[in-house]
């Protein structure tokens, strides 16, 4: 005997119940981006709300979206992606993936909490082990959410 058929528009049993991972695309390079965009776009359980290509338009869009990760350039006109963190605040900033051509600001990177530093240009394996680790800061700040909510 079948199980019965779900009603229209009821949520597939085996659809995982956890919402995707809001991701912020920074960057100034549209080649670039799109790149990263690609790799993103193919995860099924990340899905991008925003892209931008300064850090003046990044920290109101972190402000504003409130996405659970941050794709972030280093070097952008205006804010860098420095500058994004100071200004949005290390407290209420996401966790933060940065891209950059230029392995001498990693230091930093890491220094300002980033949760990786990818080299540009990157294989998309190289992001996507980004990704996992980020995957991994995502659903631990989520569980911290809920838990104290009890």
């Known amino acids: 005997m079948l199980p019965p058929a779900l009603p229209s528009g009821a949520p597939d049993a085996a659809a995982p119940l956890v919402p995707p991972a809001r991701v912020l695309l920074v960057d100034d390079d549209i080649v670039a981006r799109g790149r990263v965009r690609d790799v993103v776009s193919a995860e099924p359980d990340l899905t991008i709300v925003g892209e931008c290509a300064d850090g003046e338009t990044a920290a109101a869009m972190i402000v504003a979206a409130r996405p659970d990760l941050v794709l972030l350039d280093v070097q952008m006109p205006g804010l860098d992606g420095f500058d994004v963190v100071a200004r949005v ?46 995957r991994a800061q995502v659903a631990a700040r989520r569980a911290a959410e809920v838990a104290a909510l009890a």
Do not use: H, I, Q, T
């Not at 290390?90 to 051509?101: C, E, G, I, K, R």
């Open 89 to 134: 605040g290390a407290a209420a900033m996401p966790p933060v993936v940065f891209l950059s051509a230029y392995a001498e600001f990693a230091v930093r990177a890491f220094e300002a909490y980033a949760l990786d530093y990818v080299l540009k240009p990157f294989d998309a394996a190289r992001l996507r082990a980004a990704l996992g680790r980020a």
